[in-house]
């Protein structure tokens, strides 16, 4: 009696098993998100977001999955370029943004502008902030360039595309807006 009755007592299943024993993260949520980066007293960056996740986890991390703008200011307070991405994720410990889906950066002082779907942007690489392994298509004023892999300062006033894949030269008149 004792067996069937230990048998017949009770069952789960494998999902539910896993469940129990997951760990649960700590998710902190804010929404419209606007973050003023200052160096000195200067302002130096404005990051905004609609939607900002913090996640406490062993590598603690924020996550932007519902796009990312920043405006990058000059020593003169004067807005230089402008990053933008349909998502992003900030990894604390390392100081990295990886940037997904759509990125574009623009120097809106010379007018070129870069288009990706992935692009790292470290701090730490002073002079080249931005960085990505990835296609890339840079437009200036006369050209359209495609390659893969490229280097640039975090104003894109410098960049370098690592292993051009081609042009074209499209004379001023002739530019699409």
Sequence with gaps: IWGCIFLSGGE????????LGAKKLGVEEAVKVDINYT????????????LMLRVQDTMP??????????????????????????????????????????VKVINLLKGDTLYCMELYWDRSRFGMEFYTDKPVRIRTKTQILDGIGMESSQDFNNWHIINPTGWINVPASKFPQ
């Design 39 to 50: 160096l000195s007293g200067k302002a130096k960056a404005k990051l905004s977001s609609p």
């Design 12 to 19: 789960n299943n494998a999902a539910e098993i896993d469940e």
């Design 61 to 102: 991390y924020y996550e932007f999955p519902k796009t990312l703008l920043t405006v990058f200011y000059n020593d003169e307070g004067m807005i230089e370029s402008k990053l933008s991405a349909m998502y992003a994720k900030y990894k604390e410990n390392q100081s990295i943004v990886f940037l997904k889906d759509s």
